[in-house]
């Protein structure tokens, strides 16, 4: 059990669900994140009496109270939302699924089917994650996620680094019953120094311990900063 932390409230960014990469004018490439993560963690946050701004690709959920709410589409879109608002925020905490490809040119009109196979040539969409400390110039508490089908932690601790996170959240999507479009979830909180296991719990739930485990962090490290 992650114990609470007296904290004053502070400006927080959090990201959610997926991005749509488009590829005509009605087709996207696109993933199965529901958001659910995301927005549990940032009602959680607003509870707690904190300025929470919510950058979010296409969900069916509704907008928490007490939560500033930005709608984006694509990585592009979730980019230049980050890049306007990061340096106000002191935590930033990263559960959007963000597409790592787009295509490299979108179609007018929608595609025809003709051929018997089509062609997609992809594009590294931006580094959201990855451009806070070394593009933004961000210092505050910076929280990624990491959903993995294979060497959780060794991945989690690589772009934990990587990153240059305090904080990689990781989930074995692979099992059945969590993560993307489930109710559960089951995560790693990954720090440079040490791993804790949070067990299976409504995401519900588990909103209010990573709450608490950020806040935690983010404390500690404004007193080792003063």
């Known amino acids: 059990m992650i114990s609470s932390v007296q904290t004053v409230a502070v400006n927080i960014l959090v990201t959610a669900g997926p991005t749509r990469e488009p590829i005509d004018p009605v087709r996207y490439i696109g993933n199965r994140s ?12 607003a509870r ?9 690709g296409p969900t069916s959920l509704d907008v928490p109270d007490g939560v500033d709410f930005l709608p984006v589409e694509t990585a592009d879109e979730m980019y230049g ?5 990061i340096g106000r925020m002191q935590v930033a905490v990263f559960a959007a699924a963000v597409a790592d490809y787009k295509p490299s040119m979108a179609a007018k009109e929608k595609i025809k ?8 040539e992809l594009v590294r969409t ?3 994650l990855g451009s806070c400390r070394s593009r933004h110039g961000f210092s505050g508490t910076l929280v990624g996620f990491a959903a993995e089908t294979e060497n959780l932690i060794a991945n989690a601790r690589e ?7 305090d904080l990689i959240i990781a989930n074995d999507v692979s099992m059945p019953g969590i993560g993307f479009e489930s109710d559960q979830n089951e995560v790693s909180l990954v ?6 296991q949070l067990p299976l719990a409504s995401k519900h739930d588990l909103a ?12 500690e490290k404004n007193a080792v900063n003063d």
């Open 34 to 45: 529901s958001g659910k993560m995301g927005y549990e963690i940032a009602a959680a946050f």
């Open 48 to 56: 707690e009496g904190n300025t929470v701004l919510l950058v979010s």
């Open 81 to 85: 939302a980050v890049a306007s608002h």
């Open 113 to 120: 089917k003709s051929a018997n196979t089509l062609a997609l």
């Open 126 to 128: 931006p580094d959201i």
């Open 159 to 165: 772009k934990l680094t990587r990153k240059q996170c």
């Open 191 to 196: 720090y440079p120094d040490r791993i804790d």
């Open 208 to 219: 209010h311990q990573l709450v608490r485990a950020i806040l935690m962090l983010h404390a």
